[in-house]
């Protein structure tokens, strides 16, 4: 057997092996009885700091509301985002940047009748229910504080 027939047999054999040994953990990760409760609760924990992020990146960005002007700037900047992000398709950033305006808003509900006329369904769904998901956290994070605070 020459050189290059007995490195094709090995490699074989190691890519075997390690074929065989991915799939044996698969299995054995799979037939875990708490898989399914670990991949829920992993899943959980990342769609609430994802939340929380949004939570803080608005309270970061978000100005004075005592200042007029600037809350205005931050509205229609916000807006603008949003319609940016609409146009190349990104409904995350859309969704994301509309619900920043829809918070510093004045009348929000005129501004929900706009967007439920000009938005595509799909992300005025996303919208709405961004909305009722950063009520849900808000209210957490209040009582969170209010327990803190007895």
């Known amino acids: 057997m020459s050189a290059r027939s007995i490195a094709t047999v090995i490699a ?3 890519g075997t092996v390690f074929v065989g040994y ?8 799979r037939s875990d009885p708490l898989y399914k409760q670990k991949i829920l609760e992993r899943r959980r924990k990342a769609k609430q700091q994802k939340q929380s992020e949004n939570l803080s990146d608005i309270k970061s960005r978000v ?16 807006v603008q985002l949003g319609e940016t992000y609409l146009t190349q398709g990104d409904y995350d950033n859309t969704v994301k ?38 009520k849900i956290v808000t209210e957490q994070k ?3 504080e209010g327990e803190s605070l007895d």
């Open 12 to 14: 074989g054999v190691c």
């Open 142 to 144: 209040i009582a969170q």
């Open 22 to 29: 991915c799939i044996y953990f698969d299995h054995k990760r």
């Open 63 to 78: 100005p004075d509301l005592s200042d007029a002007a600037a809350v205005q700037k931050f509205f229609l900047e916000e």
């Open 97 to 134: 940047h509309l619900t920043n305006a829809i918070a510093v808003c004045g009348q929000p509900q005129q501004l929900l009748q706009l967007f439920k006329s000009t938005l595509p369904p799909a992300v005025f769904q996303m919208l709405l229910d961004n909305l009722d998901q950063l």
